[in-house]
């Protein structure tokens, strides 16, 4: 699991445990969490209905997430385009046609990543928008408001769920609009914008947590600079992780003359203007947008790749478009070598660190066990701000993580944990640390032990060892360690 898959998973249970009211899923304060989006609110009710827990419950959202991906992007590009094959080629291509280091980011749905991010709310909204785009369609054909309501409803969503799909969507969406050619275009483009404007006003009413506190409250502006922060790798190396998917310059130069007409070159360029313009004004935020790029891209390569037939001056012309497509795909899962994480463990233990993104990891599910079999025990653990993500999941809370947090300022948590694991701290310092969180279990990773038992071994003797295993030592603050007074 990522960074993000652990945070989902610990949102999903503190909204299956308490669905009215739930506290913040990380840390022990009555606070909300950037996470409580529809999604997972959905997720954690099916999880309590169902009984499962967290991490199972978003592996079956994980598949109903591909379903509906599949399915809506099957209706779109079919109603959109009304050429057979065109869906097959558009996933094919969307899935292969990318360079190496291609963008291993949530949203992203290319085969070195959709098999790690199939339970996240990006894919799951991804494949909302298709089934919007695809209403917005019936709207404008038929001028019958009952297909708005379906955009407004997926709308809120993605405002709530993940904000910057809802640009994409908006331009999605004017774009079908305005290469509508008759006398009603700009009423409908109106209409659109009207349709966006008030589900921004409707999130805005969301109870579980606060859109417009993310997004323009001071309280949250590192929080903020964080998220951006990370995203500026979107634009790093940008033609190399691009690509094949480039395959796509000369036919949407070509179909410029035609753009009226043409809403998948709307789209196309809407895209990458506010993609560039993310970098003229140093927000990397806008870079997120590389990942609708990526699909209307396939979508346009995935159309000419169809109307080949047609255009072909002799059987030759056909056989070198199917071979050509051959090796296209061929060279993109190469260049998608992280793809290989799709394969089993077995498989994956025999390849070289690296070519599969470093993803093959103990499984910290079972290694962490001993948190969730004593939950009701430690309602607090302490940890590295780096193991900390992982320990809420089994129902425990911590005093940081590694994550930035919209809702709770964690300077002071950061610092403590600091200076908690800081060699030249005395254990009367560490256990008046402990005590200002109340934590009555200590979590020590083992590979740090080793690494540096002179920092790490003092640790142990806070308390009474309570278990063990390849991955972690828990630690009883509540018991005295042998020989010694608490």
């Known amino acids: 699991m990522g960074l993000d898959a652990w945070e989902h998973a610990a949102a999903v249970r503190e909204l299956a445990a308490h669905p009215l009211h739930p506290a913040h899923p990380l840390l022990p304060v009555d606070r909300p969490h950037q996470y409580f989006s529809p999604y997972l609110l959905i997720v954690g009710i099916a999880a309590r209905v169902l009984r499962l827990d967290a991490i199972t419950a978003l592996g079956a959202a994980g598949i109903f997430n591909l379903v509906l991906l599949l399915a809506g992007l099957r209706l779109f590009v079919n109603r959109l385009i009304g050429r057979p094959h065109v869906d097959f080629y558009a996933l094919l291509f969307m899935l292969c046609l990318w360079g190496p280091g291609a ?80 006398s009603a275009r700009t009423k409908r483009v109106i209409v659109s914008l009207g349709v966006v404007a008030a589900a921004v006003v409707v999130s805005v009413a969301w109870p579980y947590m606060s859109i417009t506190h993310i997004v323009v409250s001071p309280e949250a502006a590192r929080y903020r600079r964080e998220f951006r922060s990370d995203d500026a790798k979107l634009y790093s190396q940008v033609l190399p992780r691009f690509g094949l998917a480039l395959l796509v310059v000369p036919f949407v130069w070509r179909r410029m003359r035609s753009w009226r007409g043409d809403p998948l070159v709307v ?59 051959v090796g ?62 992982e320990i809420p999941v089994f129902g425990s809370k911590v005093v940081d993580v590694n994550r930035p947090q919209a809702f709770v300022d964690t300077r002071t948590r950061a610092l403590d944990v600091a200076a908690f694991f800081d060699a030249g701290s005395s254990a009367d310092q560490r256990r008046s640390i402990l005590d200002k969180y109340h934590a009555s279990l200590l979590v020590v990773d083992v590979v740090s032990l080793r690494k540096d038992p002179g920092r790490y071994a003092p640790l142990l003797a806070l308390g009474r060892i309570a278990e063990q295993n390849d991955r972690f030592v828990f630690v009883d603050l509540r018991a005295p360690a042998p020989g010694g007074d608490r």
């Open 103 to 182: 963008w291993a980011y949530s949203g992203f749905l290319h085969f070195g990543v959709l098999f790690s991010i199939l339970s996240y709310p990006s894919t799951f909204v991804k494949g909302l928008l298709f089934f919007s785009l695809l209403a917005h369609i019936n709207y404008l054909e038929s001028d019958r408001k009952r297909w708005l309501l379906p955009t407004l409803v997926i709308s809120v969503v993605t405002v709530l769920t993940h904000p910057i799909d809802q640009v994409s969507l908006t331009i999605g969406l004017v774009a079908l609009a305005v290469t509508q050619v008759d």
């Open 267 to 325: 789209m196309f360029a809407g895209l990458l203007l506010l993609y560039l313009y993310g970098y003229l004004v140093g927000d990397p935020v806008f870079g997120r947008l590389a990942s609708s790029l990526q699909v209307v891209v396939a979508i346009v390569l995935a159309q000419e790749r169809v109307m080949v037939p047609d255009r072909a001056t002799s059987p030759w012309t056909l056989h070198g478009a199917r071979v050509m497509t």
């Open 328 to 389: 296209v795909v061929l060279a993109g899962f190469v260049l998608l070598r992280q793809g290989l994480t799709a394969a089993p463990r077995s498989v994956l233990a025999r390849v070289p660190f690296g070519v599969a993104r470093g993803y093959v990891l103990p499984d910290e599910a079972e290694a962490l066990g001993f948190v969730g079999r004593h939950h009701q025990e430690y309602p607090v653990v302490f940890a590295s701000r780096e193991t900390s993500l």
